[in-house]
């Protein structure tokens, strides 16, 4: 396996959940749908008729961000890429899901 | 035509949660001889292999659930909460965010199955199947409280 696919999924696996939580957190959807007049915008827009859903909004930003940061980090230099911990491929989504059950704690606690 | 996709969404689910299982079993808990009980030829399978078909099934179970998603917005979840159904609706949340978190995980996951160390493959593989198996339970639960076209 190349070491640039490996840089890849190792920093995609970190960017990935840390830019999902600060997209949920902030709203930072890359679009909005709009599921009762199957209608998208771009960016975060309020709901029209019925519900705005902003989840695949969140999914493509933090696609985005992602890929490119992955992308970024093929053009290291190996000594800069030895640094990266392979590790941080499971924590960082393990903690971005423990933000998440924390983020929902209300839902069941009340 | 949503039932249909609900219908085919949950057979590849259930594909998925055989794999996915079987390549946590035999990572977490290898067989250390060979297999004689159930529990043993089941944790004894040549789990690099499950690799390729899990990315694929769960791309395609999360397709599948990204589609009928919007439906489930507009007329299962208004039901939830006008019924106070907390818990089922804040798991259902939890369900699509584990969802995206996981797709995020899957280039990962199908790298540390080509290390020939593979020291990530049991966390990774272990919060995938958690994932899947959490998303299971939950959507099967809340299809049963209100099913489409109920």
Redesign the interface.
Known sequence: ?SRA??L???V??VV??VV?AVS?WKNYALFT?H??LNEFGLGVEKPRE??A?Y??G??AT??VV?GLAGLAACLLPEQAARRLW??L??VV??C??LF??WL?R???L? | MTTVLLIVHGLLAVALLGAITHQAASVLWPATRPAGSFTGRFRAVAAPGYANTVVVLYVLTAILG?VI???Y??SV?VVLVEMKL??A???F??K???A??????L??Y???W??PDG??RA??TA?LAF?VWWNFLVGHIVNNIRGFGS
Request: glycine letters at 6%; a neutral charge; hydrophobic letters at 55%.
């Open positions: 396996m696919f490996s890849f999924a190792i995609f696996a990935y959940p999902y949920v749908y599921p009762a019925g519900p859903m989840w695949y969140w999914m933090s696609s992602a392979p590790g491929a499971w989504p393990l971005a899901m998440f059950a929902l209300d839902y069941f009340r | 990204a998603y919007a439906e917005r507009i979840r907390d818990a609706n804040g798991s949340e939890l699509e965010h584990l995206a978190i996981a797709l995020g995980m280039p990962a199908w790298w540390s080509r290390q020291r990530l966390p990774l919060m994932v």
